[in-house]
T-cell receptor
Framework: DAGVTQSPTHLIKTRGQQVTLRCSPK?????VSWYQQALGQGPQFIFQ???????QRGNFPDRFSGHQFPNYSSELNVNALLLGDSALYLC????????????FGDGTRLSIL | GQQLNQSPQSMFIQEGEDVSMNCTSS?????WLWYKQDPGEGPVLLIA?????ELTSNGRLTAQFGITRKDSFLNISASIPSDVGIYFC???????????FGTGTRLTVIP
């Protein structure tokens, strides 16, 4: 039973570029949440998707957008990259309407040069 | 975004010692979670708490959901080298699905 999988594991981009990160949720999970974890900090909530729509959003600019596919997998897109976007991007999955906790993937380490 | 106040920031302990860390918030949460994160990996769930006053154990780990619903603590008994890592508390508010995370406690166990 595969857990949450994310790709790629590492990525290097330059300022102004765009990036797409991918996430496959744990089997049986239908809800995907994305978090940004800066070095030395706890994860911060970006947004959550279920039924292919963004349902909840944290305090992140519109440069951060996402998508969820019919198979529940999800993408996080970041446009016009800034140096401050360098972070570990974590995907977490859960079951909508359930009180069960979110399970996290190992993240994508994004470095902006 | 809001982050919970977690203390201590770091701990250096001898193998075999007990560890205690806590997390406080200005907001009420209906769920408290404790995660451990190793370098290069995502957070791994240790314990989930769903009711004020709840005390839950997972092996050598014990966590409690504070009765005010604004705090939680995690205890680790008889620490071992593999307990090394960063421990995060996380809270979830009623009606919301996102988690608010603490700032983390970095634990070092000296053999």
């Amino acid at each position: 039973d595969a857990g949450v999988t994310q790709s790629p594991t590492h990525l290097i981009k330059t300022r102004g570029q765009q990036v797409t990160l991918r996430c496959s949720p744990k089997s049986g999970h239908d809800t995907v949440s994305w978090y940004q974890q800066a070095l030395g900090q706890g994860p911060q909530f970006i947004f959550q998707y279920y039924e292919e729509e963004e349902r909840q959003r944290g305090n992140f600019p519109d440069r951060f957008s996402g998508h969820q596919f019919p198979n529940y997998s999800s993408e996080l897109n970041v446009n016009a990259l800034l140096l401050g976007d360098s972070a570990l991007y974590l995907c977490a999955s859960s079951v909508r309407g359930s009180n069960q906790p979110q399970h996290f993937g190992d993240g994508t380490r994004l470095s902006i040069l | 975004g809001q982050q919970l106040n977690q203390s201590p920031q770091s701990m250096f302990i001898q193998e075999g010692e007990d560890v205690s860390m806590n997390c406080t918030s200005s907001s009420i949460f209906n769920t408290w979670l404790w995660y451990k994160q190793d370098p290069g990996e995502g957070p791994v769930l240790l314990i989930a708490l769903y009711k004020a006053g709840e005390l839950t154990s997972n092996g050598r780990l014990t966590a409690q959901f504070g009765i005010t619903r604004k705090d939680s603590f995690l205890n680790i008994s008889a620490s071992i080298p593999s307990d090394v890592g960063i421990y995060f508390c996380a809270g979830r508010r009623t009606g919301a699905n996102n988690l608010f995370f603490g700032t983390g406690t970095r634990l070092t166990v000296i053999p």
